[in-house]
Structures are given as structure tokens and as C-alpha cells.
């Protein structure tokens, strides 16, 4: 089974979903992991607070790619309550294999940058105040 997600992982990253740029996004917001350089830029088109349109730019490892690909695809029609819900274990089971603690920032990067743009930064740094206590 480990063998089928990782190939999905390699499909995503050699042939990524909704990799580009959107004419007037609604939200935009760009993340960098430092640590491996890592550089993702979401942009959401938005309709009645869901998301109808959806690109990804940036580069990085495979895991982090992929991840951004999967999280593009599972966007499309979600409300902005719904990505807000979105969690680490969320994108974990996208993945669908053990991520161990070095490449977790990778795989997470994607997830982060939608939701501090969703979010407005600010406000979801705060939201997450004393979460990882």
C-alpha cells in the first residue's frame, strides 16, 4: 500500500495540479521553510466564501510539491470554514505514508500558507496561540 502513495506522491510532483497563477486572486500568500528552501505561493479565487478557483507556485522538495498539489485539488469548492478546519492530520492522510519529523515542516508548508492566507496572518497566529503547549 506504501508503494501506491508513494507514487501518487511522485505523480504529484512531476505533474502538479494547479500549478500557476490566478488573473486577480482574492487571496495570496507566499511561505519559505528555511531549512530546506522550500518556497510556496498560494492564490484562492473565492465565490460566496468558497473556493472556485485555485493555483500553486513555488518550489521545493518532493514532498512539499506534492503536498501543495493534493491540498490544490482538495481546495476547489470547499467553503472558507472548511479550509479553516483543515488540519496537519488532514494533510498526513494525503500523503498517506509516515512523514517523520525532518520532512513534517515540508509537508505542512503548503497547509500553512493557505491558512495564514485564509486567516489574514495575524489573525491565525493568534487562533493557534497555545495549541502546541
Known amino acids: 500500500m506504501d508503494d501506491f502513495y508513494r507514487e501518487n506522491i511522485l505523480d504529484h510532483y512531476k505533474y502538479p495540479r494547479h500549478k500557476g497563477h490566478l488573473a486577480d ?5 507566499r511561505d519559505v521553510n528555511p531549512f530546506c ?3 510556496i505561493t ?3 479565487k473565492l465565490e460566496n466564501d468558497k473556493v472556485v478557483e485555485v493555483a500553486f507556485d513555488g518550489h521545493g522538495c518532493a514532498i512539499s510539491m506534492a503536498s501543495a498539489s493534493m491540498l490544490a485539488e482538495e481546495l476547489l469548492g ?3 470554514e472548511e479550509v479553516k478546519a483543515m488540519d ?11 512523514i517523520g519529523p525532518v520532512r513534517l515542516k ?3 508548508l503548503p497547509l500553512k500558507v493557505v491558512k495564514a492566507g485564509v486567516w489574514g496572518l495575524d489573525a ?8 502546541d503547549q
Open 88 to 98: 496537519k492530520a488532514f494533510i498526513l492522510d494525503l500523503l498517506g505514508i509516515p
Open 78 to 80: 470547499k467553503s472558507l
Open 106 to 108: 515540508c509537508a505542512l
Open 37 to 39: 528552501g522550500d518556497d
Open 124 to 131: 491565525w497566529e493568534k487562533e493557534n496561540e497555545g495549541h
Open 25 to 29: 486572486p482574492d487571496i495570496k500568500f
Open 42 to 44: 498560494f492564490e484562492l
